[in-house]
């Protein structure tokens, strides 16, 4: 048992000091950032647009009243509890969606794109041709022999 606590805590700590980690927090808290963004993109900008072409009706008011079954339910204020079936709701958390998985979807298209071309780059400078080589002593003193028996 010990063992293997060991060699899990060694590829953890492998793990750790590649910068997988760090990467993963910056992920994380970078998305948590965007998130806030496109919700309030979304109900701040997109919503009331939407809205504002039916009839000014918000989709937080999209909601179904759900019958109760077994009588009704006060709360502590004496009030009836009411479930309601928020579809609204459900469709303003798509929309952030669909906006924040185009966003990513973008961001991997222009990675791809860098990539490519840094490989038809890399591509290009391997396929380079290569100076001849120089030639050899035994070549150079042919050469000459040959230059001077032309004169």
């Given at each position: 048992?010990?063992?293997?606590?060991?060699?899990?805590?060694?590829?953890?700590?492998e793990f750790a000091m590649k910068g997988n980690m760090l990467?993963?927090?910056?992920?994380?808290?970078?998305?948590?950032?965007?998130?806030?963004?496109?919700?309030?993109?979304?109900?701040?900008?997109?919503?009331?647009?939407?809205?504002?072409?039916?009839?000014?009706?918000?989709?937080?008011?999209?909601?179904?009243?759900?019958?109760?079954?077994?009588?009704?339910?006060?709360?502590?204020?004496?009030?009836?509890?009411?479930?309601?079936?928020?579809?609204?709701?459900?469709l303003s958390a798509f929309i952030n969606f669909v906006i924040?998985?185009?966003?990513?979807?973008?961001?991997?298209?222009?990675?791809?794109?860098?990539?490519?071309?840094?490989?038809?780059?890399?591509?290009?400078?391997?396929?380079?041709?290569?100076?001849?080589?120089?030639?050899?002593?035994?070549?150079?003193?042919?050469?000459?022999?040959?230059?001077?028996?032309?004169?």
């Open positions: 048992m010990g063992k293997k606590k060991s060699r899990f805590l060694k590829e953890f700590k990467d993963l927090a910056v992920g994380v808290i970078v998305g948590g950032a965007f998130k806030t963004v496109v919700d309030a993109l979304t109900n701040s900008v997109i919503m009331p647009v939407v809205s504002m072409f039916l009839g000014g009706l918000s989709f937080e008011e999209w909601k179904i009243r759900l019958p109760q079954f077994f009588g009704e339910k006060l709360d502590e204020n004496g009030e009836v509890i009411v479930n309601y079936l928020r579809f609204g709701d459900f924040m998985a185009f966003v990513v979807f973008l961001i991997v298209k222009t990675v791809n794109r860098l990539r490519e071309a840094g490989e038809k780059h890399r591509k290009k400078e391997a396929e380079a041709p290569a100076a001849p080589p120089e030639p050899t002593k035994e070549e150079q003193l042919l050469t000459e022999i040959r230059d001077l028996l032309k004169k």
